[in-house]
């Protein structure tokens, strides 16, 4: 596996050369579950699930849900994690340590990082993904992928596209419009694609639209390649694929896992048959080639790795993405004294999801026992809170408590999506026993999707946020908790005060087979933005065991990009790390915008007492909207608003921006309203002076108690010949507008 290379073939195409249609079709599908076939010179190749360690499966059994064991190999923060982490750089580490992983256990891709978005918190699957945002999301994973290709080991950008639920995954249609699909879900991947150029892209089990993504030659030829400019492999999630002839004449080039040879026989029949060309075959061959090239060029599979080295850095990765939600009182951080420890997370940690990304980890950090080694010679009790009233002595003979809350595997997996966001009845009456006798009471969360928090928000002073922290997270945790760490990570997620209140409730799951995205763009912080929704805690919230002050913001334009500069300073009496967020607004935008999006950010760290400059580049890309008149990206002239803040509702500096824009000149037709004319300073200049002559259109305002022209705003101006009773012909309109367009253009 990877022991053979194409050395001696000099050219993708070489290779080819020598292969007949059989053999170039025997290509495009599995031998194995994750491998490749080897055909004549070119060699075999195997591919295993990601994204946050390598599940290389050991022995005859093999399976995409984890049933089966796995070599160990390092777990590192799940996505869900790794996103609160907000560093790009960090990212980029893990996924360095991941590609190295997979080149000492004979792997050749790694299929990650998932990227999709996440639209609803029930989604069984979000703890794989990063965030609710497209930029964050985009920016993560393609730190990622550098990372991991940068080891000569290939990353498969997954799923492409608009999957967002695991209930009935393989068939349910996502119905999304044009612009919501480029600019939230299309939106992620096409940075990934751009910035990092993954080797493969998977495609996604669902339909886009009515058309399965295996099967969509608009996604994976148009869009994919002819627009992004991908020239990778795509590659189908395990049995995604319907009908293959359709799937390679769409794009796809690899089906897996293996079909026992019998999609190759259909994929020669229909050549035979004229109903697929020849050369869309052997272009999927090359393409396949061309990825065994890149992963073999360096044949120097290593035999192992530095497993401590890699436990080391899962766990700076852990104590990153640790978002301290709140401190009342400033609970936290504990000094070493008699503690509570309650929960039965604590010895049994949740650090990963279930089905195909789970991993057999290399050891792992047990909570309880990491907050021992740092509470000193002071007594640590324990209890698991299965015994209300054992937890409650516990809590009070101790000088604080920490209980640790959330949900366990069997709550969210791949496969399956949750129906509620609460956490279990009993925890939540655990808790309020524990607050009642032990006010110093820290809470600790484990969980993959968001959880409802209101009522842990009401009860606890102080909450840390663990999400899901790898096989390094027990350490992690006792160190934010007693100030080894100053903790700053954000969320990458909104959390809602109920369900009810998240954008996709009324569209979520599918129903017959379709799942509209009727909440469109506003996904998100974008809806609770717009609809101006209290939440328990909004995108990008963390809080530190130090305090920062933002100033001197000035925001500055360049033709392809803004740049925003503006001083933190660390106010506080520790050393601390900030993640800078810059928001970009137009609140007097043509067309429909959430109230802010997030354009850019950074992080900084600053010793107590000190300043520093932060500067953060935007690119206009990221100031666009998806026109559906133009189909393409559309930057608006006009006044911008740039915020910047530690959250999307922690804004702490405005400053307005002027920008030209680049919209596309579209020219005026009989079906263009009144409305549309009059928006136009040339059209409009035209059109008043005929209505200001003598208008043709009808009486006089008065005469109907309102504002004629307003009621004809969206009427379509070849519809005023019929309005006019005979004084405008439609060649007097057509001259009218042809005299307009010509003077705008």
């Known amino acids: 596996m990877g022991g053979a290379t194409l050395a001696a073939v000099t050219d993708s195409t070489d290779a080819i050369a020598g292969l007949d249609l059989t053999e170039q079709a025997a290509l495009g599908s599995g031998a194995s579950f994750w491998t490749t076939k080897p055909i004549g010179p070119v060699p075999s190749i195997m591919l295993t699930d990601g994204p946050h360690g390598v599940r290389r499966q ?67 699957r979000n703890f794989e ?12 994973g393609a730190a990622w992928v550098r990372g991991v290709q940068s080891r000569g080991v290939g990353a498969s950008l997954k799923h492409f596209a608009a999957n967002n639920a695991e209930h009935d995954r393989m068939r349910a249609s996502s119905d999304v419009d044009a612009r919501t699909l480029r600019e939230i879900y299309l939106r992620t991947f096409e940075i990934v694609v751009r910035q990092a150029r993954p080797w493969t892209v998977m495609c996604s089990y669902n339909r886009i639209n009515g058309v399965y993504a295996s099967e969509n030659a ?17 590659v189908s999630d395990w049995g995604a694929v319907a009908d293959r002839v359709a799937a390679v004449g769409a794009g796809l080039d690899l089906e897996m896992p293996t ?73 936290l951080p504990l000094a070493p004294s008699p503690l509570a420890v309650i929960g039965g997370f604590a010895q049994e940690p949740r650090y990963q999801g279930g089905g195909s990304s789970h991993v057999n980890p290399t050891r792992l950090d047990i909570p309880l026992d990491e907050i021992r080694k740092l509470a000193g010679d002071h007594p640590v009790s324990y209890a698991p809170g299965t015994d209300v009233a054992a937890a409650v002595t516990a809590a009070e003979s101790a000088e604080a408590a920490i209980v640790f809350l959330g949900l366990t595997a069997e709550d969210e997996s791949e496969g399956y999506d949750r129906e509620h966001i609460d956490l279990p009845t009993e ?32 009860l606890a002073p102080a909450m840390v946020d ?76 963390g809080v530190s065991y130090t305090r920062f ?27 601390g790390r900030e993640v800078v967020q810059v928001y970009a607004g137009m609140p007097g935008s043509k067309v429909g915008r959430p109230v802010r999006w997030l354009a850019g950010f950074a992080s900084v760290t600053v010793e107590p007492g000190q300043r520093c400059t932060v500067e953060i580049p935007i690119d206009r890309t990221d100031l666009a909207y998806w026109s559906t008149d133009a189909e393409r990206w559309v930057v608006e002239g006009g006044e911008y608003v740039v915020s910047v803040g530690a959250s999307s509702r922690d804004i702490r500096l405005t400053a307005t921006v002027t920008l030209t824009g680049d919209e596309p000149l579209l020219p005026f037709t009989g079906e263009s309203t009144l409305g549309e004319l009059l928006a136009d300073p040339v059209a409009a200049e035209t059109i008043l002076s005929v209505l200001g ?41 057509d001259d009218l507008l042809a005299n307009i367009n010509a003077q705008r253009s």
């Not at 369900?499 to 009324?506: G, I």
């Open 129 to 140: 993904y990063y965030s609710e945002d497209p930029l964050l999301s985009g920016t993560l």
């Open 427 to 458: 925890q939540l009456e655990l808790l309020r026993a524990v607050i009642q006798v032990q006010p110093r009471t820290v809470v600790v969360l484990s969980h993959g999707g968001v959880v409802r928090l209101h009522d842990v928000a009401g």
């Open 218 to 234: 608009w996604l994976l030829t148009a869009v994919l390649r002819d627009e992004w400019g991908f020239d990778g492999v795509v």
């Open 58 to 124: 050991s022995g005859s059994a093999t399976d995409h849900l984890g049933i089966s064991g796995s070599e160990p190999a390092t777990c590192f923060p799940p996505a869900v994690g790794l996103s609160q982490t907000w560093d790009p750089e960090l990212v980029e580490r893990v996924g360095q340590a991941l590609g190295g992983e997979s080149r000492a256990l004979g792997v050749q891709v790694l299929l990650g990082p998932g990227v999709n978005i996440k639209r609803d918190p029930r989604c069984g």
């Open 693 to 733: 002559s003598a208008s043709p259109f009808g009486a006089a305002d008065s005469a109907l108690g309102s504002n004629i022209l307003r009621m004809l705003e969206s009427v379509p101006i070849g519809r005023m010949v019929g309005f006019s009773a005979g004084k405008v012909s439609r060649e007097q309109l």
């Open 549 to 575: 002050e933002y100033s001197d913001l000035v925001v500055s334009a360049a033709d392809a990009a803004l740049s925003v500069r503006l001083t933190v300073a660390n106010t506080g009496t520790r050393s």
């Open 259 to 331: 079909t026992g040879g019998t999609s190759d026989t259909e994929v020669l029949e229909a050549v035979r048959a004229g109903r697929l060309d020849a050369d869309t075959v052997t272009r999927a061959a090359v393409r396949i080639v061309r990825l065994i090239e890149r992963v073999t060029e360096t044949d120097s599979t290593a035999a192992s790795f530095d497993t401590e080295a890699h436990h080391r850095l899962a766990r700076e990765a852990a104590q990153r993405a640790i978002v301290l939600l709140k401190n009342d009182g400033d609970v």
């Open 466 to 541: 663990g999400a899901l922290l790898g096989q390094a997270g027990g350490g992690a945790l006792a160190d934010v908790l007693f100030g080894v760490v100053n903790p700053s990570g954000r969320l990458a997620e909104t959390v809602p005060l109920r369900l009810q209140d998240c954008p996709a409730y009324l569209n979520f799951p599918s129903e017959s087979g379709r799942t509209l995205y009727g909440e469109r763009m506003f996904v998100g912080y974008r809806w609770y933005d717009a609809r101006d929704l209290p939440v328990a805690f909004p995108f990008g919230h």
